[in-house]
């Protein structure tokens, strides 16, 4: 799936109970992982051990794991968890019956605590069937360039050529709370009685399209 050089495979199980230790978690967290997680397989390690690139100051290693899931969907909150527990990034391969759907976070380490990281926004593929889902990750000369490349083909909205990640992110991040705000007025727009309330409502709307599309051109 990756053509990544064999001694990167790790192929290990990891228990889930290790990420609710490391992360004191409550008992909603657990009955999530268990009802939406079978197995959790850590993959490959991509170090320079592994792949003889060199890391940079923000990506010493990248862990591929793959989660087989009871069903086709996975909360968040599991996903944040399992970022959050460990400082790396992680390319996640989520796996459901005979589907594969990659996802990713930007996340950078956490300058009160070198044994976490802080989690901003993710990046997914779209569910693919697994015989023919191909993702190389090859051609980079830096672990932080590997990242970067598989966030960049994992983006929703074309990033600009000058664009640096931490801009595309930012500009998506935006994105994402314009679409909620309008989908909030929408919502507000559907239960809204007054004429001139609507009227209101529908100048907010379309100036909140205007941003939208001038941020993904």
Known sequence: ???VPDRTLVNRKIPKNKFYEKLDANTKLKELFAEQIETIVWKHKLAQSTMNLDPVDEVQEIQIFELFLRQRGISREILESIDKS???PILHVLRYQNEVKLVIAYKQPN???ENRAVVHSYFESDWQPQDSFRFPITGCLTLGAVYE???RRLLPV???PEEKLAEVVTRQCEIERLRREYARLEAKL???KQFNKKVEINIE???LRQKLQQLAE
């Open 190 to 192: 559907r239960s809204e």
């Open 205 to 207: 709307l379309q100036k």
């Open 111 to 113: 300058q009160n605590n």
């Open 149 to 151: 490349s598989i966030i």
């Open 1 to 3: 799936m990756f053509d």
């Open 158 to 160: 074309p990033a600009k």
């Open 86 to 88: 460990i400082p790396y």
